[in-house]
């Protein structure tokens, strides 16, 4: 399985602020992925991290609110902008099949529970 | 990817069998079943995954139909750590998950 560390865990942020979430993988990986999770709710795809290119963005999320990079294969980072109190909510990187493997399952991140006041 | 229908929670006693039903009606040949579960305040785990056969592992079997429209988890012997939502998710592309409402089981002392 692949060992995930997001950083950071928790933040209070104040609104028209941006929060940096970062996401470090211990091995190399092909995909990576970034949800959303707004209280008791389930989970929502934002967007997936592509390496080398820019992300692609589910329905309703745009670059713009939520940009992201990929520099390598075991890095990513999502930027929450100028952000509101409805951006409250546990962001959570997932990632999947390891570079010139055949895992298929995603392995989850503990998350960064996000409270804009 | 296919959608997926889960009764919203289910109870289950301590020590027997959590059973944990699923309908994906509209799967389609290449897309896999897929079951994950997320405990409270945590990232959601890996469970288990099948095409079309069963399929066991040390945390639970999974049951797919022969028609390949429904599928059930099995936890053989549910102990209160079992607690938690279960999705099941039906993708063919296998790491990009779309979540469902899932199924809060709670099981019971």
């Known amino acids: 399985s692949a060992v995930i560390s997001q950083k950071p865990s928790r933040d209070i942020c104040q609104r028209g602020t941006s929060l940096t979430i970062q996401c470090q993988v211990d091995s190399q990986v092909t995909m990576m992925f970034w949800y959303r999770q707004q209280p008791g709710q389930s989970l929502t795809l934002i967007a997936t991290a592509n390496q080398g290119s820019e992300a692609t963005y589910e329905s309703g999320f745009v670059i713009d609110k939520f940009p992201i990079s990929r520099p390598n294969l075991t890095f990513s980072t999502l930027t929450v902008s100028n952000m509101s109190p409805e951006d409250s909510s546990i962001y959570l990187c997932?990632?999947?099949?390891?570079?010139?493997?055949?895992?298929?399952?995603?392995?989850f991140g503990q998350g960064t529970r996000l409270t804009v006041v | 990817d296919a959608k997926t229908t889960q009764p919203p929670s289910m109870d289950c006693a301590e020590g027997r069998a959590a059973n944990l039903p699923c309908n994906h009606s509209?799967?389609?040949?290449?897309?896999?079943v897929y079951w994950y579960r997320q405990i409270h305040s945590q990232g959601p785990q890996y469970i288990i995954h099948g095409l079309k056969n069963n399929e066991t592992n040390e945390m639970a079997s999974l049951i797919i139909t022969e028609d390949r429209k429904s599928s059930t988890l099995i936890l053989p012997h549910a102990t209160l750590r079992d607690t938690a939502v279960y999705y099941c998710i039906v993708t063919g592309a296998t790491n990009k998950l779309i979540f469902g409402t899932g199924t809060l089981l709670a099981v019971q002392p």
């Open positions: 509209t799967i389609s040949g290449n897309e896999y």
């Open positions: 997932s990632v999947g099949t390891p570079a010139g493997g055949s895992r298929t399952e995603a392995f």
